[in-house]
């Protein structure tokens, strides 16, 4: 045996012995081989995306993870398989391809290249048959394919909704790629822009999505982060109807404010789009007449300077009366401004009969040019403010036969609470800045312009920042706009705010802040009322204030277009005539074309877009001329059912049961056989929205009966990230990020896999320390010292008896490793800690507690080596013997797979087992993962605390299981309690098992 350890060597020996004989392959249950007959377990990563930097030991964590409990699961006669690919397509990719003019095919090839041979030389037990990629035509075949299946059932539909846009790269991107506003592409602010998107109608799956997680074995923390995406909750919706005042104050004694100037309420809904369109598209006079009244704010007496006055009188720009839209209103003294353009001198007879119109209805008409108001602004301002004076303030009911849009006829405000028994306590309602009644009631909110504003920085923040809780929240009025409480009748106030979202309920809420925290928070910044009115039955009034008990939830369809190149096609035609046809599948894959630019088009559509040749298609269905879809899927729709691709031998292979009554298919008998996955690995940022995505796909495939099970994962874990030195992240800025390939070449893959196992609890995020590493490898040349010391001596006391016996060489070493399995009293210490040692490795393992796994391996390692030292005399049987050693290896084996497997493989024991045909393989990762004996696991001798009156005294030592009787005279007998009993005989005696006993005086 080699006397030094090489890591180098072996690792390199052993990997290339495993390729060659395909040692981790497993077969399909179509294939007639013993192992299928195993019990199957299926172990699965995330697999990763492969970037132009190769992999970071960030990546190692999880691989490793998942490569110990595979290889224990081998030991254990199970049938595994634990496959690996590559996520392959995305933005990095495209973004390279863009900087660099690189195809992102050929990039893409180059990075899996790199990743795979990093991988390959960490000695993870992949079945590399398996491989698969996204980007692969064959793979995303079925990706497409799959999403046809959603089209054809209702499932994907195209609607318009908002995105984060980014002007400079003039790209639209997910919510992941524009953290915090930023683009990820150039670092510039986004902004919120509303496009025609695919959508996958997620939402009606809500309800199974979070009933089905009591079926799967998830972590709780995982769970509440699906369950708090779906946000299912039960209670009321709630109709409070609205209230308009045009203003907020009447003069004394002008009587009754009308409530509306305008006409039946489907002529107001027809102008007031033109409203709109006129407000931003203002003529220049407009322009500096809407400046010149918001800065002046008119009053009778304006004060001498001064450019604004609270108190004056508020105008309205573009309002609607009667047929009209005028240009500004002063709806309080009914005082209305035109400002007439050129084209008005061809109009004056109409000009004349509108004037007309609206002093019979009793407004006052003013009229300035375009050029007066833009030279004179302030003649034109002292011509507004003598007007004022002198107009009529005589203000005309509501309904004198000039029609009008009454309270009934406005749509109310629905709101969704989950506690309609504290609806006597509402103070306000408080809506989503995106709602649709702010937009409908434009022309009402007084305030708009500041609402408006308020409006456009909302847009800039995302979900995740909006509803964080420890984040301000923030909010606005909307002026002239009041709810009406349908408990009481009572007015209050309406406000929009942050941190209300859309989709969730339906987009406005109730505020109480007597019962709720939130509430009471903006009450407060705002000096809103609270109010402490008594709660009631919540069934009964709801059904009272006409209201309905509901089941809502937070989730919302899945946005699934993306405006780019690297991703796939989806395969739906556009035909004028016919509508979203889908492509036929024997027309399956819809293959990207290669482009000369991956830059988005000016307009924001897809690089595909600008391919004439590949856009420009017959339609399917009237052969009429019809157009490609340009937009590409995101990388979460090849992540959605990698899984299941995994379960054939090539993704070649692979076809989807299309046809039901096919129950032979070679593809169903491998995806029954193996779904579902049994232990899923990845980093807790995916265990909500990929999770979701996946869950969602396999139940759509359940429901078309292609897949057995409801759910695709029994079990899922999480482990925590891989921090750079000093606890910051990992990050190719701060240049921190460590590439394993370094790591490797200097301590080799068993002190890296053994370094990452070790650094800390699996589930939290652990310091990355090169300096740590060293402990690592020192422990697997403990173990190496251990084992060439075992063999040597063997070796040697075999060549000293051959010198004293005749007896064949066979006869002799079958008799030696006999004595070697038989365990004395000089090894008894060392079998008890091993036995231990093996009870707790399986355990750890098991719950992935891998740092206090390779703890204990290290203490058992540290005792072998001690107890080998006592025996210097190589003629003498050696205290630690081959069989104790060799369930050593085993046990370390996952971890430490190379070495394990060279020492392993040196032992005479495994030898002779193999020539008896006592193993069917000579790895020992096929080898039998080795029992522990639960006589030794027994602590023969502890110690117990000794209680006098409550109060610890003094501790014991007895036996393991002790009876009572025996307990109680060991106490009574101690020193130190009779120094405190004094001769008393103690009352009573109460004695927990093998923890404590208290003696009661």
């Not at 008119?298 to 309002?319: A, I, M, T, W, Y």
């Not at 893959?749 to 995020?765: V, W």
Request: aromatic content about 10%; glycine content about 6%; proline content about 4%.
């Amino acid at each position: 045996m080699v006397k030094q350890y090489d890591h180098r060597k072996i690792e390199k020996k052993w990997q290339k012995v495993w390729e060659i004989k395909k040692t981790y392959k497993v077969l399909d249950p179509s294939t007639s081989s013993g192992r299928v007959k195993k019990k199957k377990f299926y172990s699965l990563i995330e697999f990763p995306y492969p970037s132009g930097d190769g992999l970071h030991v960030g990546h190692i964590r999880s691989n490793t993870a998942m490569d110990i409990i595979s290889r224990k699961r081998r030991m254990e006669g199970y049938n595994v398989l634990y496959p690996i690919g590559w996520d392959a397509f995305g933005l990095p990719t495209e973004n390279y391809a863009i900087k660099t003019g690189k195809k992102p095919s050929v990039v893409t090839k180059k990075n899996t290249d790199v990743f795979r041979k990093q991988l390959k030389e960490i000695g993870f037990s992949f079945d590399w048959s398996r491989e698969i990629n996204t980007t692969d035509p064959k793979y995303y075949k079925w990706t497409q394919w799959i999403f046809l299946q959603l089209f054809k059932n209702g499932l994907a539909y195209k609607a318009k909704s908002f995105i984060n846009w980014c002007p400079s790269c003039k790209i639209g991107l997910a919510n992941e790629e524009a953290v915090g506003g930023v683009c990820e592409r150039c670092g510039n602010i986004t902004e919120k822009r509303e496009k025609e998107q695919w959508m996958l109608a997620i939402t009606k799956y809500a309800e199974r999505l979070d009933k089905d997680l009591d079926l799967v074995d998830y972590p709780e923390r995982v769970k509440s982060q699906q369950r708090n995406w779906i946000g299912k909750s039960e209670g009321s919706e709630i109709e409070f109807k609205i209230k308009c005042n045009p203003s907020q104050t009447l003069p004394k004694g002008e009587g009754e404010m009308p409530k509306f100037f305008t006409t039946s309420p489907e002529l107001w809904r027809a102008l007031q789009d033109k409203v709109l369109d006129m407000r931003k598209n203002p003529t220049n006079g407009e322009k500096a007449m809407w400046d010149l009244l918001r800065r002046n704010n008119p009053s009778l007496d304006l004060p001498k300077g001064e450019v604004k006055n609270s108190k004056g009188f508020h105008f309205r720009r573009q309002h609607i009366i009667d047929r009209f839209i005028v240009d500004f209103v002063c709806i309080e003294k009914k005082l209305v401004i035109e400002v007439d353009g050129d084209i008005h001198d061809y109009k004056k007879l109409e000009d004349e009969e509108r004037t007309g119109v609206l002093n019979q209805i009793g407004f006052e008409v003013i009229r300035f040019t375009n050029e007066e108001v833009i030279k004179n602004p302030k003649n034109v301002l002292e011509k507004i403010i003598l007007k004022l004076n002198n107009v009529s303030s005589k203000a005309l009911s509501f309904g004198e036969g000039l029609g009008g849009v009454d309270m009934e006829d406005l749509e109310g405000i629905k709101v969704f609470t989950t506690r309609p028994d504290t609806i006597f306590g509402v103070t306000y309602v408080v809506l989503a800045p995106e709602h649709d009644v702010i937009t409908n009631l434009q022309l009402q909110i007084m305030n708009w312009e500041e609402v408006e504003d308020y409006i456009k920085k909302v847009k800039k923040e995302t979900e995740q920042e909006r509803t964080k809780e420890d984040k301000e929240k923030t909010g606005i009025e909307l002026k002239g706009i009041k709810a009406i409480n349908p408990a009481n009748n009572e007015e209050i106030s309406v406000w929009i705010a942050d941190y209300v979202l859309p989709h969730y309920g339906t987009g406005a809420v109730m505020a109480v802040p007597q019962h709720d925290a939130r509430d009471r928070e903006f009450s407060e910044k705002y000096n809103l009322p609270i109010i402490d009115r008594p709660l009631v039955d919540a069934q009964e009034i709801t059904k009272k204030v006409g209201g309905k008990i509901v089941t809502k939830f937070k989730l919302r369809d899945w946005v699934f277009s993306r405006q780019r190149y690297w991703g796939e096609p989806i395969p739906i035609i556009n035909c004028e005539k016919c509508g979203f046809v889908p492509v036929k599948e024997k027309d399956l894959p819809i293959k990207l074309p290669e482009v000369k630019n991956y830059k988005p088009t000016d307009n924001g559509e897809s690089p595909l877009a600008s391919i004439s040749k590949w856009v420009n298609i017959k339609c399917p269905k009237c052969k009429g001329l019809a157009k490609r879809e340009t937009d590409t899927m995101p990388n979460w729709a090849g992540s959605s059912w990698y899984y299941l691709a995994y379960t054939t031998q090539g993704i070649s292979n692979f076809q989807f049961l299309i046809s039901n009554k096919n129950i032979k298919n070679k593809t169903r008998k491998n995806i029954d056989y193996w779904t579902p996955v049994d232990w899923y690995n990845g980093g807790m940022e995916h265990t909500t929205l990929h999770l979701l995505y996946s869950r969602f796909w396999h139940k759509f495939l359940y429901d078309l009966k292609l897949v057995p099970t409801a759910e695709p994962y029994k079990k899922r874990t999480s482990h925590g990230m891989i921090l750079g030195e000093g606890g910051v992240k990992m990050s190719k800025s701060i240049g921190n990020v460590i590439n394993p390939d370094s790591i490797v070449k200097t301590y080799g893959a068993d002190t890296l896999r053994i370094y990452e196992m070790f650094m800390g609890p699996f589930e939290e995020s652990v310091a990355w320390s090169t300096e740590s590493i060293i402990g690592s490898r020192r422990f697997i040349e403990k173990v190496w010292r251990i084992g060439e010391k075992i063999i040597t001596n063997y070796e040697l006391r075999i060549t000293n008896e051959k010198n004293k016996i005749k007896n064949s060489n066979n006869s002799f070493v079958r008799q030696d490793i006999a004595a070697e399995k038989s365990s004395d009293s000089q090894s008894f210490n060392i079998s008890k800690i091993l036995h231990k040692t093996i009870k707790k490795v399986s355990e750890d393992i098991e719950n992935m507690r891998f740092n206090t796994a390779i703890s204990s391996m290290m203490i058992l390692a540290t005792e072998m080596e001690k107890e080998q030292s006592r025996t210097l005399d190589l003629q003498k049987s050696p205290t630690l013997n081959l069989e104790d050693f060799k369930k050593f290896l085993q046990i370390l084996s996952p971890f430490a797979p190379h070495v394990t497997e060279e020492l392993y493989n040196q032992l005479p024991i495994t030898n002779y087992e193999l020539k008896n045909k006592k193993e069917n393989n000579s790895s020992i990762h096929f080898s039998k993962w080795p029992k522990w004996d639960e006589n030794l696991v027994k602590d023969q001798e502890i110690k117990i605390a000794v209680q006098i009156n409550g109060k610890v005294r003094t501790e014991i030592l007895i036996q393991t299981d002790e009876n009572e009787e025996k307990v109680k005279k060991i106490a009574l007998t101690n020193e130190v309690v009779l120094k405190y009993i004094q001769n008393e005989k103690p009352k009573r005696i109460i004695y927990v098992k093998n923890r404590v006993i208290n003696i009661l005086i």
